[in-house]
């Protein structure tokens, strides 16, 4: 039996996360949920799952929670709560699934207590690759992707030999405004934004989808996972969303991982890997899919995506300033400040005002994410 914590077990990865255990009970226990606001949900999955402990972020909710539950089951609160659980006996795995910046500092803590980490929040990798993956070394841990895409090209690599992998293709739905022409960018509302054609995601993913920021967040991730130059790594429109990445070998041969867009898929392969458990559920049926297409990127249109790739190329604090600046833009656009098109104007201004330090420390990092933040409020 694997003791799992579950860092956003109220959000999307999380709950999805919560079903993959209830179905493989026998394997796997979550002991540890956490979240930020949504305490009437948590508490609903502290009747479901009875873990041995929880964290609210925000201190008031905490509070609040603590008041209806009693002591029995124990709470904590903040960011020194999630340091806490993720180092304690009781975990073997933490699925780190908290959205943005706020992933960083428990995947590090996990990584350093020797945990398995079985990673969603892709902005630590953005943020931290270099940081990461040296940890990681260091400490002799698994860090497994959920990321579809990342998950996809891990099943393409079982088997192979790194010295014989051309390139990594990874696959990109388009989002909502894939056939919008950008002289129509100006008229996007919130509620479109948010309209993603093939996967049911949090807010801020769903966004990045839109802007396909979340394609530039997750080749820089690729990067780092699988130790590759930005030339070795493409990115393909595929609508359809049932080729999650490809890997093209140096014979030209190429292997796709597919399969319905499901995040319970990724997630399950990461907690069993490298086995594979039985799941039951919808397959894909090639007679009913008809047709899969691919399109190249329009990164003039799509601008976010080439400003990931230019970060990449920079690399040291840059993609934490992209990162921070886009977490900031994208709030913004969903509390109705700021235009849709706005949005990469705000990230460009922010690494135009930011000096990369290469090989940075932790600090060094939360710094440059500071500053992009309030470079970025200062706009808006
Ligand atoms: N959703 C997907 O299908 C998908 C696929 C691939 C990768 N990812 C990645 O997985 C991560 C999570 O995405 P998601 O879609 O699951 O996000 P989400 O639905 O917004 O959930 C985020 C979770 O984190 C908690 N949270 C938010 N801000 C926090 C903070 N400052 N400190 C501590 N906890 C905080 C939320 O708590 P409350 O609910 O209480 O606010 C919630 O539990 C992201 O990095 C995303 O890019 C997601």
């Known amino acids: 039996m694997k003791n799992v914590a579950i860092l956003g077990s109220t959000g999307s990865i999380g709950r999805n996360s919560l079903e993959v255990i209830a179905r493989q009970s026998d394997r796997f226990r979550a002991t540890y949920l956490t979240a930020n606001k949504n305490i009437d949900l948590l508490q609903e999955q502290i009747a479901q799952v009875h873990p041995r402990g929880v964290v609210v972020l925000d201190k008031c909710n905490a509070s609040l929670l603590g008041k209806v539950l009693g002591d029995k089951t124990e709470i904590l609160a903040g960011e020194e709560g999630l340091l806490e659980i993720v180092g304690r006996e009781d975990v073997d795995i933490v699925i780190s699934s908290l959205v943005g910046f706020a992933g960083l500092k428990p995947t590090i803590r996990a990584i350093q207590h020797g ?3 079985a990673l969603a929040n892709k902005e630590t990798l953005v943020v931290a690759g270099q940081l990461i993956t040296s940890l990681v070394k260091k400490h002799g841990v698994q860090l497994v992707p959920i990321d579809s895409e990342h998950s996809a090209i891990l099943q393409c690599l079982a088997g192979e030999r790194r010295s014989d992998i051309a390139k990594l293709i990874l696959t990109a739905s388009g989002g909502p405004f894939l056939n919008r022409p950008l002289s129509e960018f100006d008229s ?8 993603h054609p093939t996967w049911a995601m949090g807010k801020k993913v769903t966004i990045d989808s839109a802007t396909l920021m979340n394609k530039g967040l997750e080749v820089i991730e690729a990067h780092w996972l699988f130790d590759l130059p930005a030339e070795q790594i493409e990115v393909i429109i595929h609508p359809q969303s049932i080729i999650h990445s490809m890997v093209e070998f140096v014979d030209g041969s190429l292997k796709a991982q597919m399969g319905l867009p499901d995040m319970k898929i990724p997630i399950q392969y990461a907690l069993s890997y490298p086995d ?8 894909v049926d090639f007679s009913e899919l008809g047709s899969m297409t691919f399109f190249r ?4 249109k799509f601008r976010c995506l080439q400003i990931a790739f230019d970060v990449l190329a920079v690399g040291g604090t840059a993609p934490a300033v992209m990162n921070a600046a886009n977490e900031i833009a994208v709030e913004a656009f969903l509390d109705g400040k700021i235009p849709f098109k706005k949005i990469p104007d705000l990230i460009e201004g922010a690494i135009a005002s930011h000096r990369s330090i290469s090989t940075p420390e932790l600090e060094n990092i939360t710094e440059a994410d500071g500053a992009a933040r309030d470079y970025v409020h200062s706009c808006v």
């Open 188 to 195: 996007i509302t919130i509620k479109e934004a948010l309209k």
């Open 115 to 117: 945990k398995t980490v």
């Open 297 to 300: 990127p329009d990164r003039r």
């Open 276 to 283: 594979r458990l039985p799941m039951n559920g919808k397959r």
